[in-house]
């Protein structure tokens, strides 16, 4: 699920390199002629806030999408740990299961609680999963839309 996760972090960081490299040849680069200005012409020449602006943005994006692929990790190691211990109650229960058992209902409350917990931690990935995937959709739609503000 990590590299799920982080699959397109490279993609998206080329693309917003090219994106700015672009913007910055257009906008920002000096001219040998400056006779010939363009009203679209920004005016911003400090290194300091270009590289921020350049470096910024692949940064955060790999930050954000290296913590969700950490954290499911967590949650699949939990999933995974909780779906060990159902499989091993429910072995326990069906080797000591006997005919009017009283201690039935304990038994099948234990297992209804394992279950439970299954079913959340299941809920919680999914959560992530679909926080993932709307998140790497903003992204997209934030990395072109600025591709073609700079063309």
């Known amino acids: 699920m990590f590299s799920h996760a982080v699959a397109l972090v490279p993609g998206a960081i080329a693309f ?7 913007f910055y040849v257009v906008y920002l680069a000096p001219k040998a002629d400056a006779e010939d ?7 911003i020449h400090n290194p300091w806030v270009m590289n921020t602006i350049c470096i910024s943005v692949p940064v955060l994006i790999t930050t954000y999408f290296c913590g969700i692929g950490i954290a499911l990790l967590a949650k699949i190691k939990q999933a995974i740990d909780t779906i060990e211990l159902a499989i091993s109650t429910l072995n326990k229960l ?3 299961w006997k005919p009017n058992d009283p201690m039935s209902v ?3 409350a234990r297992l209804f609680n394992v279950l439970t917990s299954l079913t959340i931690e299941a809920n919680q990935l999914i959560n992530l999963v679909q926080a993932e995937g709307a998140s790497w959709a903003v992204v997209s739609i934030f990395i072109i839309a600025v ?5």
């Open 106 to 108: 304990q038994n099948n």
């Open 147 to 151: 591709g073609i503000s700079f063309t």
């Open 37 to 43: 200005s363009s009203p679209k012409k920004i005016s």
């Open 94 to 96: 069906s080797l000591d």
């Open 16 to 22: 917003w390199l090219s994106g700015w490299s672009a």
